[in-house]
Structures are given as C-alpha cells and as structure tokens.
C-alpha cells in the first residue's frame, strides 16, 4: 500500500497520552494514528448513530495519568489545580463536566469516560462545579438517597431497580 506522509499537530496532552497507549499496543504512533483513523470512517460509514464519546484507547491512558489526582483532591479547586499542574482542566459539558487540555482548551473527553461523574464528584466534594450552569443537579443529588415514597397498602408492587 502506497503511505503518505502528513503533518499532525496534537496537543501536548494529548500527544502524550497516544504515545503511552503506542507503547503499551507495542506498535508506532504512526500506526496508531491509522488504525484510530481508520475506525472513524468506518464509524462515519456507518448507519447507526453513535454517542458522542471518546475514542476508548485514548481515555485509558489518560485515566491511569489521573487517577491519583482525581483520587486524592479534596476539593474542586484542590482537582484543578492538581490537573492544571498536568497540562488540564474540566470544564462544563451540558449536564456534565469534560476534561480539556490546558491552557489550549481542547476537549480530550467526559469525565464520565475517565470514571468520575460530575454527580459523583458533586457529591464527594460537597458542592456542584464553580459557575456550573445545571443548578438543578445539585438539588437531584441532594435527594437521590432519599427514600423511595411507600404506597398504599395493598397496591401494585413497584420496583425501583
């Protein structure tokens, strides 16, 4: 097959996150690069509609890269700056958060993808997101260990699984 050579710019962050994940495929980035490029045209092709997600071989190493931070912050501004200090940072993702390289803004994934809901960390930390805009979520969390209401006796059973 006849390869060409192209320029590829990508983010600090995420050059060395595709990099790792080469190393641990025990093959090339170069080869890396094609095969992720060739699953999204095959994607693309594709008639089903897929989630917007994050390619799964690129979030793994970023995840085992973070996992002590988002493991050890106390706090939302302790898990920013223990990003910031990595080249990231999350950012609000419609009822979520995503992570970004920093200070380019890039977005790399969710931090769902990485393990870590915003619900999850909302509710470890105590608080919702600096500025984030989903207010609503606070409250659902608050009450998600509420008990379930009790009904009338000798009314339909109801399960909540």
């Known amino acids: 097959m006849d390869m060409q050579t192209i320029p590829l710019r990508l983010p600090e962050p995420l050059l060395r996150a595709a990099v790792l994940l080469a190393q641990d495929r025990d093959c090339s980035l ?33 995840r085992a890269l973070l996992a002590a931070d988002f493991g050890e912050a106390r706090s939302w501004p302790d898990l920013q700056q223990r990003l910031a200090a990595k080249g990231f940072a999350l950012r609000e993702a419609g009822v979520g958060l995503a992570l970004h390289d920093h200070p380019g803004g890039t977005r ?11 619900a999850s960390l909302m509710r470890r930390f105590g608080q919702p997101f600096p500025d984030h805009s989903q207010r609503w979520l606070e409250n659902r969390v608050r009450h998600e260990k509420a008990p379930l209401p009790h009904h009338r006796q000798g009314g339909p059973s109801v399960s909540h699984d």
């Open 108 to 118: 790399l994934c969710k931090a769902s993808e990485l393990g870590h809901a915003y």
């Open 30 to 62: 170069g080869a890396l690069v094609r095969n992720a490029v060739a699953a999204e045209i095959k994607r693309a092709q594709s008639r089903a509609k897929t989630p917007n997600r994050a390619d799964e071989g690129l979030v793994d190493p970023l």
